[in-house]
C-alpha cells in the first residue's frame, strides 16, 4: 500500500498529462480530478508518515544504488500535501479561462498538460533521493513552467520564457555536473549513501556546483532577473503555480544536500554567502516591488524578496539558545515560511487575476474602491499580505518568529534585523495596493462582474496560510518527522 | 471550566464579527442582534469572572503554536479591569454606532471588523505571555484600519495611512524586544516573570526602550502621537472606540504590563527606567494639553485632549509608588468613561445639528439640553472637578508623586488642570450662555440610539466619582490590583 | 600512455568549457542555444568517462543509462527551446533577449 502512495503522486499527473493530450475536450475535469485525488493520497500519506515514521521504497524491488528510491519524511510529505492543497485549487480556479469551450485555443489546449506535467516533476522533486532523478524531475518542472510562461503567446511572454530559459539551462547542466562528479568520487546518486560516505573535494566541487545550479532555479540574488518578467507575464493560474511551488521544489533539494547530504562540508564563508544574497535578495527585491506600477509585477518581485528568506536558514540553523524549549526552529521555520508563501502567494495571484479580469489590465489605478465591488477577493488578498509581512497569526508570523529568536538566541542580530526590515518593506509594498483597494475616489464605473465562487477559491487559500500560524503546533511536529541531525545542531559544529 | 471561560469571553465578540462579515448588507436587525447579544454575554461573564477572581479562582487557556510559542489567554484583576471597561464600551457604541450609521454603506463590512477590533482588545487584556500580547496588539491595528478608512474618501485613507506608517514600525520595535528578551530568558509569562537578570542591565534598557517606543504609538506618546489627531476622519462611534478603550488604552495597558507584570517593580527602579518614562509622560500631558487649546474643531480638540489624558496612566504606572499605581490604574477607566461621553456627544452635535467647530456651539444647550449636560459632565471631569471620576484620578496621582518624591508632579497635575480648564470651559460657555446666530442650522435630540449611550456613559462617570469609595467601585478594584504588586 | 578514460574525460571538461564560454558571451539565442548543447555534450562524455572502473571489471552500466536519459531530456529542452525562438522571430524580428541587445551575435 505504501509503495502505491508514494508513487501514485508521481505516476498519476503523468498518466493525466498523455490523457489530457489525447482527450482535449476532457483535460480540465481530468485535470481537477487528478489535483484532488492526489491531494486525498497525499494527505493520506501524511498520516500514515505520522503514524510510521519516514517511509522509503525502492520503485520496482530495485535497490539503491541500482535502484530508484522514493522517500517521504516529514519534511517531503509536508511540501506533497501543501502543494498539492495550492495545486487543487489552482486547477479548478483556471477552469473559466481554460477550459476548451469548442474553439480550438492553442492555450486551452496545452495549458492542462503542462500543469499535470509541472505537478508530476513537482512532486517527484519533494519525494526523490536519487541526485539524477531528481535532475529530471527538476527539467520536468522548469520546461513545462517555462512553456507555461509563455503560453499567451504574446512577443513580451515568449521573451520571458526564453530569458527563464536561459537561466534555467546553466542551472540544470551546473546541477548535472555536480550530481556526475559525486558519481565519478562515490559510484552512487543516492543520497542516503551519500551521506554516509566520507566527503572529499569531488563532493565538495559537487555540491558547489549543484548548490549554484539550484540557486539560479530558486531564483537567489543575483540570478533572479528573470523571474519577475516570467511570473508577471504569465496567465495567473499559471502565474500562482510558477511563483508559489516552482522555486521550493529547488529549495528542497538544496535543503536535502546541505543538511542531510554533507552537512560537514559546510564552512562559514558559504553560510555567509548564502545567507547574504538570501538578506540582499530580501532587500533588493522588496525595494524593487515599492516601484512598480503594476500589481502583478509587485507580486512577482515580492516572490524574489520571499525566496531570500529561505536562504536565512542556512547560517540560523541550529540558532536555538538554551532558554527555548525547542530545537531545529529556524531548519522548520524554514519550511514554515515556504509553505505559508505557497499559499498566500498562490491566492495573491489568483485573486490578482481576478481583479485583471474585472478591470481589463493590472495597472495599481484600476484597484481603486474594488473593495466595495470585490470584497471577498480583497479579503483574501488582505489576508495574504498579513502572511506575507508575517504579522499575526499566519504561518508567515510563526516562521518569522523561529527565524527571529534564531538569530537573536544565536546572537546573529544582523539577520534578525533583515527579517524586520523586509516585513516593514513587504508592508510598504502591499499596502500600495490594499490602500487604493479602499479608496472610493475615482473609482472605475464598469467593472466586469466575476462569479462569487471564484473569488472563494483565492479566500481558501488565504485562509489556510492563517489557520497554518494559528495551528502550527501539529505541523511543526510533522515536519520533525525524520529530520536530519544537522537541522537542530546547525551545519556548523 | 477553567479553560472554558477565557475562550468564551473572546468568542463573544470573535464569533458575531465572523459571523457579520457574511451577512448581506440589508440583514440590519440580524446584526444589531448579533452585536447586542454578543456584548450582554461577555457582560455577564465579566460579572461572573470578577466573583471568581475575587475569590482567588485561576481561569487559564492555551494554545500550542510551536514548541515555545503558545497563545495563553488568562484572567487576573488587571485583565478584568480593561475587560470590564471594554464590554460597557463596547455595548454603548454598538449602540450607537447602530443608531448613527443608519443604513450607510459597507455596514457589514464596519461591523465585523468593529466586533474583531474588540475581540482583539479582549484578547490583548487576557493575555497571559508577551507574546500572546503582541500578537493580539498587531490583530488590534490589522482590524482598526479599515474603520479608520471605512469612509474610502481621500481624507480617511490617509489617515489609514498615518496610521499603519506609525503603527507597523513601533510593533516591529515591540517585536525584536520581546524576542530579544525571550531569547535569553524563554517564554515571558505575566504571572511569573523569569530571572531577567540573564540579561546586561544596558540590555535591559535597550530592551524598556524599544518596548515601550513600541507600545507607546498606540498610546500616544510624544513624539508617536502624530496619527491620533488624524484618525478623526474615521466614522464617530470608532473615534469613540479608539480614545477610549481600543487603540490608545492598549497602549496603556501595555505600559502597565511592562513594568509590573515583566520588569517588576523593583527591577525597574533598580535600572532607573521609571523616571524618563514619567518625564516623557508629564511633558506629553503638558503638550497634549496645549495643542489642544489651539484646535478649532470639537473633534480635533478632544483628540489632542486624549493625547494630554492618556498619558496620566502612563505617569501612574512609571512612578510605581502605590497611590501612583491606584491612580493611574483607575484613571483607566475614568478616561474611558469621560472620554467617550464627550466623543458620543460630539458625534451627536455633528450629526443632529452640523456643529463640527467649536465657534458653532454657542447656545446649543437650549436646543440640546441633554446632550449638553453630558458634555458638561465629560469635560468637568476631564477638568478634574470634584465629583465627577477625573478628580479621583487626580487626586490619587498628585498623592502618589509626593509619596514617589517626586513633587513636580503635583505642578504638571495643577498645570494640566489648568489647561484642561482653558480648552474645556470655553465650550461649555459657549454651549450655555452663547447666543445661537440666527442663520444656525436646526438641532434636535430625535435619536435615542446615540443619545441614550452618551447619558449612560456619563451617568456613570459620575457614579464612579460620587461612589467612589464603594466596594465595587473601579477605584476598589484598582486598589486590589495594585495591593497584588506591591512588595 | 594516457588511459583512453581520462582522454574521454579530458575531452569533455574542454567542450564544457567551450560550451559554457559560447552560452554566456553571445548574444544571438541560437547560438546560445547551440553552445548549450556543446556544453551538454562534454557532460555527458565526462559522466560517460567516470563509468569506467578498471580493466577487470569494466564500465559501469548505469551512468550510460543515465546518459541516454539525460539526452532525452535535452532533447525536449532544446526543442522547446527552438519552439520559443521561433516564435519570438515571427513575433519581433529578433533573436537575442532585449537586454542582450547590441551585444556581438
Not at chain 1, 544565536?410 to 487604493?436: E, H, K, M, T
Not at chain 2, 517593580?265 to 487649546?293: D, N
Not at chain 2, 466596594?471 to 476598589?476: D, E, F, N, R, T
Not at chain 3, 541560437?30 to 580493466?55: Q, Y
Request: hydrophobic letters at 60%.
Amino acid at each position: 500500500m505504501t509503495t502505491l502512495l508514494l508513487s501514485l503522486p508521481v505516476a498519476l499527473p503523468l498518466l493525466a498529462a498523455l490523457l489530457a493530450v489525447a482527450a482535449a475536450r476532457q483535460a480540465a475535469g481530468l485535470a481537477m480530478a487528478t489535483g484532488f485525488l492526489v491531494l486525498g493520497l497525499s494527505v493520506w500519506l501524511a498520516f500514515e508518515v505520522a503514524a510510521l515514521g519516514p517511509i522509503t521504497i525502492a520503485l520496482g524491488g530495485w535497490e539503491a544504488p541500482l535502484g530508484i528510491v522514493l522517500r517521504a519524511d516529514g519534511l517531503g510529505a509536508g511540501f506533497l500535501v501543501v502543494s498539492a492543497m495550492v495545486m487543487a485549487v489552482v486547477l479548478v480556479a483556471a477552469q473559466p479561462s481554460f477550459e476548451d469551450q469548442g474553439q480550438e485555443s492553442r492555450a486551452g489546449f496545452a495549458f492542462w498538460p503542462l500543469a499535470l506535467l509541472l505537478f508530476a516533476g513537482l512532486n517527484t522533486a519533494f519525494l526523490s533521493r536519487d541526485l539524477f532523478n531528481l535532475f529530471v524531475a527538476l527539467e520536468l518542472l522548469t520546461l513545462s513552467a517555462i512553456a507555461l510562461v509563455a503560453i499567451g503567446g504574446k512577443a513580451d511572454a515568449v521573451t520571458a520564457a526564453l530569458r527563464y530559459m536561459v537561466f534555467a539551462l546553466l542551472g540544470s547542466v551546473l546541477f548535472l555536473l555536480g550530481a556526475a562528479l559525486a558519481y565519478a568520487a562515490h559510484a552512487t546518486l543516492d543520497i542516503g549513501l551519500l551521506s554516509q560516505v566520507e566527503p572529499g573535494w569531488p563532493m565538495a566541487a559537487a555540491l558547489a556546483l549543484m548548490t549554484m545550479g539550484l540557486a539560479i532555479k530558486t531564483a537567489l540574488f543575483p540570478f533572479h532577473a528573470w523571474l519577475p518578467p516570467a511570473h508577471a507575464g504569465a496567465p495567473a493560474p499559471a502565474s500562482a503555480m510558477l511563483s508559489a511551488l516552482v522555486p521550493k521544489a529547488s529549495f528542497v533539494i538544496l535543503l536535502r544536500l546541505w543538511f542531510d547530504l554533507a552537512p560537514e562540508l559546510a564552512s562559514p564563508l558559504l553560510l555567509a554567502v548564502l545567507g547574504g544574497l538570501g538578506a540582499v535578495a530580501v532587500i533588493h527585491g522588496s525595494l524593487l516591488a515599492i516601484g512598480q506600477d503594476r500589481l502583478k509585477l509587485i507580486i512577482a518581485y515580492s516572490t524574489v524578496a520571499q525566496l531570500g528568506y529561505l536562504f536565512l536558514v542556512f547560517p540560523l540553523a541550529g540558532g536555538a539558545g538554551a532558554a527555548q524549549p525547542w530545537s531545529a526552529g529556524a531548519w522548520t521555520a524554514a519550511s514554515f515560511h515556504a509553505f505559508a508563501h505557497m499559499l498566500a502567494k498562490a491566492s495573491m495571484f489568483l485573486a490578482a487575476g481576478l481583479f485583471l479580469r474585472a478591470v481589463g489590465h493590472d495597472r495599481l489605478e484600476g484597484l481603486r474602491g474594488l473593495a466595495r465591488a470585490m470584497p471577498i477577493a480583497c479579503f483574501a488578498f488582505g489576508l495574504s499580505a498579513i502572511s506575507l509581512m508575517g504579522l499575526p497569526l499566519s504561518g508567515g508570523f510563526t516562521a518569522k518568529y523561529l527565524l527571529l529568536t534564531s538569530a537573536f538566541a544565536s546572537g546573529q542580530w544582523g539577520w534578525g534585523l533583515v527579517l524586520v526590515a523586509g516585513g516593514l518593506l513587504a508592508a510598504i509594498y502591499l499596502f500600495r495596493p490594499l490602500n487604493l483597494m479602499f479608496s472610493k475616489e475615482g473609482a472605475a464605473a464598469s467593472l466586469t462582474p466575476v462569479p462569487r465562487w471564484e473569488q472563494v477559491l483565492p479566500l481558501l487559500l488565504a485562509l489556510a496560510a492563517v489557520l497554518l500560524g494559528l495551528f502550527s503546533a501539529g505541523p511543526f511536529a510533522f515536519l520533525q518527522i525524520g529530520r536530519p541531525g544537522a537541522a537542530a545542531e546547525g551545519l556548523l559544529p | 471550566m477553567t479553560a472554558v471561560l477565557p475562550v468564551l469571553i473572546l468568542a463573544t465578540s470573535l464569533v458575531p464579527a465572523l459571523l457579520i462579515f457574511w451577512l448581506p448588507e440589508r440583514a440590519w436587525r440580524a446584526r444589531a442582534w448579533l452585536n447586542l447579544g454578543g456584548a450582554a454575554v461577555k457582560i455577564l461573564l465579566v460579572v461572573f469572572l470578577m466573583v471568581e477572581v475575587a475569590n482567588g479562582v485561576t481561569h487559564e487557556a492555551r494554545l500550542d503554536l510551536a514548541p515555545g510559542l503558545y497563545l495563553l489567554l488568562r484572567v487576573d484583576a488587571l485583565t478584568l479591569l480593561f475587560v470590564s471597561l471594554s464590554a460597557f464600551l463596547w455595548l454603548m457604541t454598538t449602540i450607537y454606532a447602530i443608531a448613527y450609521l443608519g443604513e450607510g454603506p459597507n455596514l457589514s463590512r464596519f461591523f465585523g471588523f468593529f466586533s474583531l477590533c474588540v475581540a482583539a482588545t479582549t484578547g490583548l487584556a487576557l493575555a497571559g505571555t508577551l507574546i500572546t500580547f503582541f500578537i493580539f496588539f498587531e490583530l488590534l491595528t490589522l482590524t482598526t484600519w479599515p474603520l479608520v478608512v471605512h469612509k474610502e474618501n481621500a481624507k480617511s485613507v490617509k489617515a489609514g495611512r498615518l496610521y499603519l506608517a506609525y503603527s507597523l514600525p513601533g510593533s516591529a520595535a515591540l517585536l525584536v524586544a520581546i524576542i530579544w528578551l525571550e531569547s535569553a530568558t524563554g517564554p515571558v509569562i505575566f504571572a511569573e516573570p523569569g530571572d531577567l537578570r540573564v540579561l546586561s542591565d544596558a540590555s535591559l534598557m535597550a530592551i524598556f526602550a524599544l518596548f515601550a517606543l513600541g507600545v507607546g504609538v498606540k498610546a500616544a506618546l510624544f513624539p508617536l502621537h502624530g496619527w491620533l489627531p488624524e484618525a478623526m476622519a474615521a466614522p464617530a462611534p470608532v473615534s469613540a472606540l479608539l480614545h477610549a478603550v481600543a487603540v490608545v488604552k492598549a497602549g496603556a495597558f501595555g505600559i502597565v504590563r511592562l513594568i509590573y507584570d515583566v520588569y517588576g517593580i523593583a527591577l525597574t527602579a533598580e535600572l532607573g527606567v521609571g523616571l524618563p518614562l514619567a518625564l516623557l509622560a508629564a511633558f506629553t500631558i503638558l503638550w497634549g494639553s496645549l495643542r489642544a487649546l489651539q484646535q478649532t474643531e470639537v473633534k480635533k480638540r478632544l483628540a489632542f485632549s486624549t493625547v494630554s489624558q492618556v498619558s496620566y496612566i502612563v505617569l501612574g504606572a512609571a512612578l510605581a509608588g502605590p497611590y501612583a499605581v491606584i491612580g493611574g490604574l483607575v484613571h483607566l477607566v475614568h478616561q474611558g468613561l469621560m472620554k467617550i461621553t464627550l466623543f458620543f456627544c460630539a458625534g451627536l452635535y455633528d450629526e443632529r445639528a452640523g456643529i463640527t467647530r467649536i465657534d458653532q456651539l454657542d447656545g446649543i444647550g437650549r436646543r440640546m439640553p441633554l446632550t449638553s449636560i453630558c458634555f458638561t459632565i465629560g469635560a468637568m471631569g476631564m477638568i478634574g472637578i470634584p465629583p465627577v471620576a477625573g478628580f479621583v484620578s487626580k487626586f490619587y496621582l498628585g498623592l502618589g508623586g509626593l509619596q514617589a518624591g517626586e513633587p513636580w508632579v503635583v505642578g504638571v497635575l495643577a498645570a494640566s488642570a489648568l489647561l484642561n480648564a482653558g480648552y474645556f470651559l470655553p465650550m461649555l460657555y459657549r454651549i450655555w450662555f452663547g447666543v445661537a446666530s440666527v442663520d444656525a442650522p436646526a438641532a434636535d435630540e430625535r435619536s435615542p440610539g446615540m443619545l441614550v449611550p452618551a447619558v449612560a456613559t456619563a451617568a456613570a462617570s459620575l457614579a464612579a466619582g460620587l461612589f467612589a469609595g464603594a466596594a465595587i467601585s473601579p477605584l476598589a478594584w484598582a486598589s486590589l490590583i495594585a495591593a497584588g504588586y506591591l512588595p | 600512455m594516457i588511459p583512453s578514460a581520462t582522454l574521454f574525460g579530458l575531452a569533455g571538461a574542454a567542450l564544457v568549457g567551450i560550451g559554457l564560454y559560447g552560452f554566456l558571451a553571445h548574444a544571438h539565442l541560437l547560438r546560445r542555444l547551440l553552445s548549450f548543447n556543446v556544453l551538454g555534450s562534454g557532460v555527458f562524455l565526462m559522466f560517460g568517462a567516470a563509468a569506467w572502473r578498471s580493466p577487470i571489471l569494466g564500465a559501469d552500466a548505469v551512468p550510460h543509462a543515465l546518459i541516454i536519459t539525460g539526452i532525452v531530456v535535452k532533447l525536449a529542452g532544446s526543442a522547446l527551446a527552438i519552439a520559443l525562438l521561433v516564435q519570438l522571430a515571427r513575433a519581433t524580428r529578433r533573436a537575442a533577449l532585449p537586454e542582450d541587445e547590441g551585444r556581438p551575435p
